[in-house]
């Protein structure tokens, strides 16, 4: 085919009726003509072109109506391996966004008679796209006895392994039982990857000879490196994650023993995929840990282990000794990462360390106060980390003017050390006491001290309360300090005028000024005017962080004047306007928790919270809100059990399920019920799948013991006894 039969009609096809990823595709004929003649700006072409019709995997009508251009340009012999790949990235999708679900995968399939010949092509990279983009059509008429036939000559063993996983899409049985017979030794290294991933049928066990020949191909990262499946690219750890996947005691015995004998494996490089999988097993699994700890153990000088052994805490208490040792190396960077992993797996070892590196351990500084610190646990307290902690709060003081006197502002680095620092002592409380002359000192350049500042108050006599409170009040313009001022004295003046400020500089400040009138409640009827005129606000277009202001702002009306009358109707319009706005689920979840506060006044809102029952991300909330304003009498709560369960298992709100089911209480549960939370506490699978992942576990193990609070205490044993068995 020559190529302006290619590309016959591109300019003429209704381009504009139709969209991709930035709007109507009118800058599709441009690109798929650059592409196709291979000038200087092809490359350039063909990124556009993935990034309007297969937008980070997203397909849309568009991309439809360019399939059979780019099914043309290769048969023209234009860029072949490029628009074959591309070809197959449409079918693959299954991200589709204002278009028939099928219909990408549909247009792709309907250019095979164009493609299958290329599966004979000369060129072996051709050949290898090709049987890859014709396994992602699914088509079983037309692909699979081309593929079939191809894999019967093909030579090529990199070819032939991406022939082989097309098969495996086509008919996963049928290549199955064609792979068992490649695992062996004689086998070249990508067909035998291919082989391992075809004949993991989840009807069929995980034998020996699975297990030996991915042994035997490790390292496999370069061998992966050669095939286009995305599964392939990272083979021990996918291997591992679709075997615990089938959730059966045999298949997790038969992944854990994969990583034991890899982590213990001589080669860096065999350790290092190890190390990678295993992190993912322990996110998946809640025996992984400690089954695998005693080999990752001997591996934390390794970056990635400490890290992990990090995320697993104190049940990896084993690896303390060694990593205190690493704490000690010359080396900061690597002192670092594992003091950082001490902090979290032994914390009280760590501190007096840390005292001693304070300012040259950052991560481990955030791993005790920043981010990846348990919320639920403080950093235990050391006499010789508040002395450090103190001096270098005090160095900074005097650092401050010049180190502002070009921007006015710190460095984001060095606002983040302070902002560790300050919070250690704010978790510390009056322990930390005698830091009060260097929180007053930074407060003009930091406000967050100022809640280090009452949260030590309780430990000062009374002329350093006074001295406390000298030090807020200079800087009470600030609606932070002036808080801190109201809870360190009961001064309402500065927190009315810094709160009133904030109401009128826009949707942030208007939140956050609510936010801190409700807490004063009837104390604060003065300033109701003004919240009543920030609700009154022009607003240009009514988007989430619009309507998550006006909740706030009736929120604290609520909570100043208790007027159900002003209150209830801007609380329903949160409720109608969010169903038309994206990311609003989240404002709504929240309006249904907070409105618990509104009790029966709140009842006319009982039909919005019923209503969001049926979605998983938004009942618990309702739930929660439900129980607070609505009639007892008129309430299902068997139906109300449901909704969190449901929520539950299905991980769309899982904290807020757990929350929703301790307040309904065991009793609200029927029998069937009862049952499935028991067997979601119980199994090994983690509850918790997304998220930070150096939080995961420990989010993981909180949430199930939350669960099983709700269930009676026979089945909460029962589900114990079986966590422990796994």
Not at 150 to 168: C, D, K, N, Y
Not at 194 to 213: G, R, V
Not at 404 to 429: E, F, Q, S, Y
Request: glycine share 6%; with cysteine.
């Amino acid at each position: 085919m020559e190529l302006p039969t290619a590309l016959a009609g591109l300019d003429t096809h209704p381009w504009a009726t139709v969209n991709h990823a930035y709007g109507p595709a009118e800058d599709l004929p441009g690109l798929l003509r650059a592409f196709a003649e291979g000038g200087e700006d092809a490359e350039e072409a063909l990124e556009e072109l993935y990034s309007s019709i297969v937008h980070q995997g997203t397909v849309y009508a568009a991309s439809a109506d360019a399939a059979p251009y780019l099914a043309r340009i290769a048969a023209s012999g234009r860029q072949i391996a490029d628009a074959l790949r591309l070809l197959g990235c449409l079918a693959k999708s299954e991200d589709e966004h204002d278009v028939e679900p099928g219909a990408v995968r549909a247009a792709v399939t309907a250019q095979l008679p164009l493609l299958i010949p290329l599966l004979a092509d000369e060129d072996a990279a051709v050949r290898q796209a090709a049987g890859w983009m014709i396994g992602h059509t699914r088509d079983t008429r037309n692909a699979l006895p081309a593929v079939r036939a191809r894999l019967a000559t093909e030579t090529e063993p990199v070819v032939r392994a991406e022939l082989l996983t097309a098969h495996s899409r086509l008919d996963h049985a049928g290549a199955g039982a064609e792979a068992r017979a490649l695992l062996g030794p004689d086998t070249p290294p990508p067909l035998r990857l291919a082989a391992l991933f075809a004949a993991l049928n989840p009807d069929q066990p995980w034998l020996a000879a699975h297990h030996d020949a991915l042994l035997s191909l490790l390292p496999a990262r370069k061998t992966a490196a050669a095939c286009y499946a995305d599964e392939h690219r990272d083979p021990l750890r996918a291997i591992v994650e679709i075997l615990l996947g089938r959730d059966t005691d045999a298949d997790r015995e038969s992944a854990l023993a994969l990583l034991d004998v890899a982590l213990r494996d001589e080669r860096p490089d065999v350790r290092a995929e190890a190390l990678w999988a295993a992190d993912r097993a322990c996110m998946l699994s809640r025996s992984a840990p400690q089954r695998l700890i005693p080999a990752i153990a001997p591996l934390a000088a390794d970056w990635t282990a400490a890290r992990l052994l990090g995320k697993i805490g104190s049940a990896a208490a084993e690896a303390a000794p060694l990593l205190v040792e690493l704490s000690a190396q010359p080396d900061d960077e690597a002192a670092d990462q594992a003091l950082a992993a001490l902090v979290l797996v032994a914390p009280q070892t760590a501190a007096p360390l840390l005292a001693r590196a304070l300012g040259r351990r950052p991560h481990a500084m955030q791993c005790a106060t920043g981010s990846h610190a348990p919320a639920d646990v403080p950093f235990p307290f050391d006499a010789e980390l508040l002395a450090a902690v103190r001096a270098r709060l005090a160095a900074k003081a005097l650092e401050q003017p010049e180190g502002r006197k070009d921007c006015g502002c710190p460095t984001t680095a060095d606002h983040n050390d302070t902002a560790g620092l300050v919070h250690l002592i704010r978790l510390w409380g009056p322990q930390a006491a005698s830091a009060l002359p260097e929180l007053c000192a930074i407060l003009p350049g930091f406000h967050y001290a100022a809640t280090a500042i009452t949260s030590v108050a309780a430990g000062l006599g009374p002329e350093q309360r006074e001295q406390a409170a000298t030090a807020l009040r200079a800087g009470a313009d600030k609606l932070f300090v002036a808080q801190a001022l109201h809870e360190l004295t009961g001064e309402t003046g500065p927190l009315f005028a810094a709160a009133e400020a904030a109401l009128a500089t826009g949707v942030r400040g208007c939140v956050e000024g609510a936010n801190a009138l409700a807490d004063l409640g009837p104390a604060a009827a003065r300033i109701a005017p003004a919240l009543r005129a920030a609700l009154g606000r022009t607003i240009d277009r009514d988007t989430t962080a619009e309507i998550d202001t006006d909740l706030a702002l009736a929120l604290a009306l609520w909570r100043i004047t208790g007027e159900a009358s002003e209150v209830v109707p801007v609380l329903a319009s949160v409720f109608d306007r969010s169903e038309g706005q994206r990311w609003s689920h989240w404002t709504t979840a929240r309006a249904a928790r907070e409105i618990a506060v509104l009790g029966p006044a709140g009842r006319p809102l009982t039909g919005r919270l019923h209503a969001l029952l049926d979605d998983p991300a938004q009942a618990p909330s309702a739930v929660l809100g439900l129980l607070a304003i609505a009639d007892p009498a008129n309430l299902d709560h068997t139906r109300l059990a449901e909704a969190a369960l449901h929520s539950a298992e299905t991980r769309a709100d899982l904290k807020g399920a757990c929350d929703a089911l301790r307040v309904l209480g065991s009793a609200a549960l029927t029998p069937e019920q009862h049952g499935r939370l028991a067997a979601l506490t119980g199994r090994d699978r983690r509850l918790v799948l997304y998220g930070s992942d150096h939080a995961m576990i420990r989010e993981d193990e909180q949430l199930r013991a939350a669960l099983t609070s709700a269930l009676p205490a026979a089945a909460a044993a029962a589900a114990r006894d079986t966590a422990g068995a796994c």
